[in-house]
């Protein structure tokens, strides 16, 4: 929609450089921003009636899923929104891919592989670290440091006893 009334003449104008607009015009921003919030608005109402009306079409597709899954609607009227509404059902599963069933057996069969192939790393990695223990790949004490010694006086002979000290 054309605002005509949101632009006014300003008549000729003279800039700062020194050229002249003849009949410069000019834009009312007040008009365009009350036009514009009335755009939104209505464009919010609009949304939420067609918000609503999906939602009511959708309770009714259930209602009447419901009702021809029991056989209690025996009309002609009923078997056409029954096809209908099977194509749509259709259409709806065949558009998700998690909805088939052998596509589900197959992430779970992957995800149980995965935690078996996970349990085994784990196990192989404490059997490896145990064989390093029982190795003494691991040393509790490093070669290259040096450890203090002790003498100790024993009182009955005089024999000097020179032991190293462990750690634990």
């Not at 209908?84 to 749509?88: L, Q």
């Given at each position: 929609m054309v605002l005509p009334d949101a632009v006014e003449s300003a008549g000729d104008i003279l800039?700062?450089?020194g050229t002249e607009v003849k009949n410069m015009l000019i834009v009312n921003k007040d008009r365009l921003f009350l036009e514009n919030i009335g755009a939104v608005r209505e464009l919010s109402?609009?949304?939420d009636n067609l918000g609503h009306r999906i939602e009511e079409?959708?309770?009714h597709t259930v209602r009447m899923s419901r009702l021809t899954r029991f056989?209690?609607?025996k009309s002609s009227a009923s078997l056409s929104t029954n096809s209908?509404?099977?194509?749509?059902k259709r259409s709806r599963s065949e558009g998700s891919l998690f909805r088939n069933r052998w596509i589900q057996g197959a992430?779970?069969?992957l995800v149980g592989i995965m935690t078996l192939?996970?349990?085994a790393?784990?196990?192989l990695y404490i059997l490896d670290y145990q064989r390093r223990l029982d190795d003494d790949d691991f040393p509790i004490m490093p070669e290259n440091v040096t450890t203090p010694t002790t003498t100790m006086p024993i009182p009955t002979g005089g024999i000097i006893l020179t032991t190293k000290s462990m750690r634990t």
């Open positions: 800039l700062d450089s109402k609009v949304t079409l959708e309770s056989g209690s609607v209908s509404s099977y194509k749509s992430i779970l069969v192939c996970l349990l790393m784990a196990t």
